[in-house]
């Protein structure tokens, strides 16, 4: 009988008639249970931001805004403040003690000259504090995560090739090259002079026509890559507490109290009380009280001098000479020749002022030269002259090493060194006339590779009163002020 | 007592219609006037004690010393804030002004009552004008937590007191303390007066600060501004020690017992403090910590309930109140010139400013209670008292008070002491008025040596 009537019906067995579920909600793979956590956790999530230790707060605070009252303020993001920010933090007693404020105009680097060096280290200088202070860069750099290494990070691994780096003299140097050796070997760096037979047996791929002696740089020389190294310091001052700020340094509030000279001149001696740091894109500042600053500002430490009035007095007086240092646009170019010196070619520096590094394993090189002083490059722009290339570097470069008169270049890029136009060295400690700024600036093309030893001098001329480890007394700001400049007597 | 208080409340039309050029020194002087006027307290002309122009007000050997002192710090304050309110517009300084007048007004009060009732409005009043100062003229974004930790402590404390209070009227029938003090013993033998008992007594120990309740003060005292610091160094923290002193007359017989884990966590909390203070990398935080160090001794001496603890509490509180406010204004001068407090990077100012090195000197070695000074006195009869109780308490009390001294030193030699860095080598010379102020502190501190008396309390 069931058989019967169902078999009266078979257009309506074969179309479904069209079934609404019970279910209001869409279906989903998950069972009862699943979806109970699910809503738990969406709850927790939300409760999370009610909780005490959450980060709301009912005031609409700008992110990133600096701390209204730090300790130390260093201005410059670059490897120099970040060195002295790690060194403050690693000499002082108790942990917390100093609240360290590094303020940095551009997170994204994209005109900072540590990353847009070469990175090349060296102790074949003339001056001794020179010659130190690389020494102790480079034992730091070789010993780097002993001094870096943040725990469950990753270990910094810097690339540092140790090929050393060669000097070339002509006829007319060959002295002075011979007394830098000697005051680099009696300051402790490992260097060695090179007839030029011995030159052409070492390095057969060069040209040695021209050249009466040469030094090589045996250890501790050679170059690395500077972000590798700038991260480092970055990662390891965050993790030792820190502040990073992105934002403009515009100005500051300072005291001032006006002394009478014995001539009857009025000096005015600035203590800054504020630094006023501008938020980015943005009119917004917020005045950090510090009682220390230090200015590692690079190429626009001058600026940030300007500021405080230093070089805007009387032309005759103290505070009439400017801060020295100012922005300088060197080029680098990458140049492949697949002919050219293999794994040992050194960092060579010719007489002629251009110089060669190799840049990793596939017959890239770096290659660059300095612009004579009435030549100098337009600095309001990062833009690469490659005319500079074709019509200087590489009659140069091919003349010293043949196999170069066939290469191309592949790219090319421009920074900034922070030209101290006074000597062309480092300028470090305090001025006379602003009682409370530490300059760590003007290191004119070497800042990179004196990095480490700046930033701890600094740390011990804040901290502990006076430099402990190496006297860089010389390179204070008085030999401006005096105008008696310590020049480093280079061959180039 | 009307002849300070009517003043005090005039200050406040002194400070709105002065000219502005004129603020400072009106209210400068006037304050000094009621100090000086409020001096006539200390001649007591009637035996039992009480100096009362009427039921509701008086004065007796125990408020005396502190109304005075709060009389005296006023001025004190006003000196101290000079300096930094100068730069804000003049509305804004007499709006600092007259909530240190209110301040005044509040203590004066709250010291002068004879109504538990009012004494607990006072208390509480007094929370306000300091709320206001922490959070507006503090230095630093952390002050609203500080100010939060300052108000919820306390309030969170005396909101039992309240309901306690309520309590004794309604089983007494009065809160006057004229009566109170020869009213029989209360009858107090179940749970509900145990908690009564700790009802009355927690607000007045999280104001002192007792260790485990102290963590606001720390906060309240490095954000606040100098006269912050200084009033409720002096006088905020002794409002909770004067009120405990009150309250403990109706407590017995329950506190011989109660009494225990506080007078225990107030030791204990001399030693931790003291080396927490050994630490310390911030100048007004070592102050701070050493605050609760001090008033922890005052509160086992308070506890103990011994004539001689009583005694030595109250000169200690003096004795405390004047040195802590010198400690702060001596740290505010180098706050102002070097605009750091950490001690590392202010460090070896003998050389740059040598008066002021005497200054710290003599505040150091009040703090660590050298003799003859009254510190000593008050501690010693604390810990005399203390001995007397329970010849355990040596032992902590001993401990503190060589820590006490550790770190009293350390903060002189530290600041003082040592090579100077190169970034302060030029700081502005001291100003008089500073000197003036340091003077005004320690004076009374030398001249209360020769006649402590004064200070005794009921034992005379």
């Known amino acids: ?492 | 007592m009307l002849k300070v208080l009517i003043p005090t409340i005039m200050l406040f039309p002194t400070i709105w219609l002065s000219s502005s050029k004129w603020l400072w020194t009106t209210t400068t002087m006037n304050s000094f006037l009621i100090a000086f006027i409020s001096l006539t307290w200390l001649k007591w002309t009637s035996d039992t004690g009480w100096n009362a122009s009427n039921s509701y007000m008086a004065a007796d050997p125990l408020s005396t010393p502190l109304l005075v002192l709060t009389c005296w710090l006023l001025p004190l304050m006003i000196l101290a804030s000079q300096n930094h309110i100068n730069s804000e517009p003049v509305n804004r300084q007499r709006m600092y002004i007259t909530l240190l007048a209110s301040l005044q007004t509040f203590m004066i009060m709250a010291f002068g009552a004879t109504k538990i009732i009012m004494f607990y409005i006072m208390f509480e009043a007094t929370l306000i004008p300091t709320l206001i100062i922490i959070t507006r003229w503090g230095n630093q974004a952390e002050r609203l937590n500080a100010g939060t930790y300052f108000l919820f402590y306390t309030l969170a404390g005396s909101l039992p007191l309240l309901v306690a209070l309520l309590l004794l009227q309604q089983s007494t029938g009065t809160l006057s303390m004229l009566v109170l003090q020869y009213s029989d013993p209360l009858l107090l033998n179940s749970w509900g007066h145990k908690i009564w008992w700790a009802g009355c007594l927690i607000a007045f120990l999280v104001k002192m600060p007792l260790y485990g309740m102290h963590l606001w003060l720390p906060k309240a005292h490095v954000e606040a501004p100098v006269a912050g610091s200084m009033i409720l160094a002096a006088v905020l923290l002794k409002l909770g020690g004067y009120g405990m002193m009150r309250m403990m007359v109706m407590l017995d017989p329950l506190s011989k017992q109660l009494a225990y884990p506080f007078i225990i966590l107030a030791l204990w909390g001399v030693i931790m403090t003291g080396l927490v203070c050994l630490r310390q990398t911030d100048l007004k935080s070592l102050i701070a910590y050493s605050s609760v160090g001090h008033m922890g001794l005052v509160a086992g001496g308070i506890l103990i309930q011994t004539p001689w603890g009583f005694t030595g509490a109250i000169i200690l509180m003096i004795a405390h109140g004047l040195t802590s406010s010198a400690l702060f204004c001596l740290a505010n001068t180098s706050y102002e010139r070097t605009h750091s407090r950490t001690m590392i990077l202010a460090r070896g100012l003998q050389m740059v400013l040598p008066l002021a090195t005497v200054w710290w000197f003599i505040a150091n070695l009040a703090n660590l209670a050298l003799p003859p000074l009254p510190n000593l006195m008050g501690e010693l009869m604390i810990i005399t008292a203390l001995f007397n109780w329970s010849p355990w308490t040596i032992i902590i009390t001993g401990m503190g008070t060589l820590i006490t001294a550790n770190y009293s030193l350390y903060m002189f030699l530290t600041s003082q002491r040592g090579s100077i860095p190169e970034h302060i080598t030029n700081l502005s010379p001291s100003h008089t008025r500073e000197h003036l102020l340091m003077t005004l502190h320690l004076i009374p501190i030398i001249l209360l040596m020769l006649k402590p008396e004064l200070m005794w309390g009921w034992c005379n």
């Open chain 1, 1 to 492: 009988m069931w058989r019967r009537l169902f078999a009266t019906v078979p257009a309506f067995r074969a179309q479904k008639a069209p079934c609404r579920s019970f279910k209001s909600s869409r279906r989903s793979d998950k069972d009862v249970f699943e979806e109970v956590e699910d809503q738990f956790r969406a709850f927790r999530k939300k409760a999370v931001k009610a909780m005490p230790g959450s980060d709301w707060s009912p005031f609409e605070l700008t992110p990133g805004l600096p701390p209204e009252r730090a300790d130390v303020v260093i201005i410059g993001g670059g490897v120099v403040g970040w060195s002295i920010a790690y060194w403050i933090k690693r000499k002082e007693r108790t942990r917390g003690a100093l609240r360290v404020v590094v303020v940095e105009k551009d997170p994204t680097y994209s005109q900072a000259s540590t990353v847009l060096s070469c990175g090349g280290i060296r102790q074949q200088f003339s001056l001794k504090e020179n010659i130190l202070l690389s020494l102790e860069s480079a034992d730091f750099l070789r010993n780097i995560n002993k001094h870096l290494w943040v725990t469950n990070e990753d270990p910094v691994d810097l690339q540092f090739n140790h090929s050393g780096y060669l000097f070339l003299a002509s006829e007319k140097s060959a002295h002075v090259m011979e007394e830098n050796y000697s005051t680099q070997r009696y300051a402790g760096a490992k260097v060695v002079l090179l007839s030029p037979s011995q030159l052409k047996e070492r390095f057969p791929w060069m040209n040695t026509e021209g050249v009466a002696l040469a030094s090589l740089g045996l250890e501790n020389e050679g170059w690395f890559d500077p972000w590798s190294l700038l991260n480092a310091f970055r990662r390891k001052a965050l993790s030792m507490g820190v502040y990073q700020c992105f934002g403009e340094v515009t100005g500051f509030r300072y005291s001032t109290q006006i002394a009478e000279v014995a001539e009857g001149d009025f000096v005015d001696f600035r203590r800054i009380k504020c630094v006023n740091v501008r938020m980015p894109n943005s009119l917004e500042y917020q005045p950090v009280e510090c009682p220390v600053v230090v200015n590692a500002a690079g190429a626009n430490s001058g600026k940030i001098a300007a500021m405080l009035g230093i070089g805007l007095g009387p032309e005759e007086s103290v505070s009439g000479i400017p801060f020295p240092v100012e922005p300088r646009k060197r080029f680098a170019y990458v140049v492949h020749c697949p002919d050219g010196p293999g794994l040992d070619t050194p960092f060579l520096i010719d007489y002629s002022g251009v110089y060669l590094r190799r840049e990793g394993l596939g017959g890239n090189y770096i290659a660059g030269m300095s612009p004579e002083e009435t030549e100098e490059p337009d600095i309001s722009n990062l833009d690469v002259d490659h005319e500079f290339f074709q019509e200087k570097v590489w009659h140069h470069l091919a003349h010293r090493i043949p196999a170069f008169e066939k290469l191309k270049v592949s790219s090319a890029w421009a920074g900034f060194y922070d030209y101290n136009t006074f000597d062309q060295n480092g300028i470090l400690g305090l001025h006379p006339l602003v009682a409370n700024m530490y300059f760590a600036t003007g290191f004119s093309g070497h800042g990179l590779q004196q990095s480490p030893a700046v930033g701890r001098a600094i740390a011990e001329l804040i901290l502990d009163r006076g430099y402990k480890t190496i006297d860089l007394s010389a390179f204070g700001i008085k030999r401006i002020i005096k105008k008696k400049p310590i020049l480093e007597r280079n061959i180039v």
